[in-house]
């Protein structure tokens, strides 16, 4: 089993859906990443999270350190949200899961 | 925010040469460095750690031998994949950690891609 669960591993979103991306994780961690991956390649870092809430522009990360589960969430979704959307969690250096891939439709 | 450069950002190689990447961290001084790999349609896979002024620590199953990693100032490691084979093409990243806030927060570069025909 893997320490870092994604789900789901691929999504389809018509422009202004309301989405989520779920990360569950095994292992116990100093931080939670939600990073963006563009189809070049680049990373972006979204949000590091040790606790509750983090709201930045139309995303929102929230984890639940006890249930080990964190959710990104993308309002108002739009076309250049469509990205690879990667779950990290920190213990010094950084455990991935495989991702999730968001297509946002016009 | 900080930024973590790489350069290149693509590279085209024989099989058997040796090909170097580099990171660097362009507004802050960074002790430690990580470098990472992706297959296709794979999740980032953590190589090694980058120490300044010492050695880097590997991940298990990455020869230390063929990846050479060597930290040598505070904004600058670097990754030597030495004699090269098409199965090494891949997407190699690194990262740096920085303060930010009461964070440690990584940053990434943004990526080179390595093709070995």
Not at chain 1, 14 to 32: D, K, M, P, R
Not at chain 1, 52 to 77: C, F, P, V, W
């Amino acid at each position: 089993k893997n320490e870092v669960e994604q789900s789901p591993q691929n999504l389809t979103a018509q422009e202004g859906e309301f989405i989520t991306i779920n990360c569950s994780y095994s292992v116990g961690i100093s931080a939670l990443h939600w990073l963006q991956q563009h189809p070049g390649g680049g990373i972006v870092s979204l949000f590091m999270l040790s606790s509750g809430k983090k709201k930045h522009g139309r995303l929102i990360a929230t984890i639940n350190i006890q249930e080990k589960h964190s959710s990104l969430h993308i309002t108002a979704s739009h076309p250049r949200d469509s990205a690879v959307y990667i779950c990290a969690v920190s213990q010094g250096n950084l455990i991935f899961g495989k991702g999730t891939k968001l297509s946002v439709k016009p | 925010g900080a930024v973590v450069s790489q350069h290149p950002s693509w590279v085209i190689c024989k099989s058997g040469t040796s090909v170097k990447i580099e990171c660097r961290s362009l507004d802050f001084q960074a002790t430690t460095m990580f470098w990472y790999r992706q297959f296709p349609k794979q999740s980032l896979m953590l190589m090694a750690t980058s120490n300044e002024g010492s050695k880097a620590t590997y991940e298990q199953g990455v020869e230390k031998d063929k990846f050479l990693i060597n930290h040598a100032s505070l904004t600058l490691s670097t990754l030597t994949v030495t004699s090269a084979h098409p199965e090494d093409s891949s997407f190699y990243i690194c990262s740096a950690p920085s303060w930010t806030e009461n964070y440690n927060e990584q940053f990434f570069g943004p990526g080179t891609r390595l093709t070995v025909l």
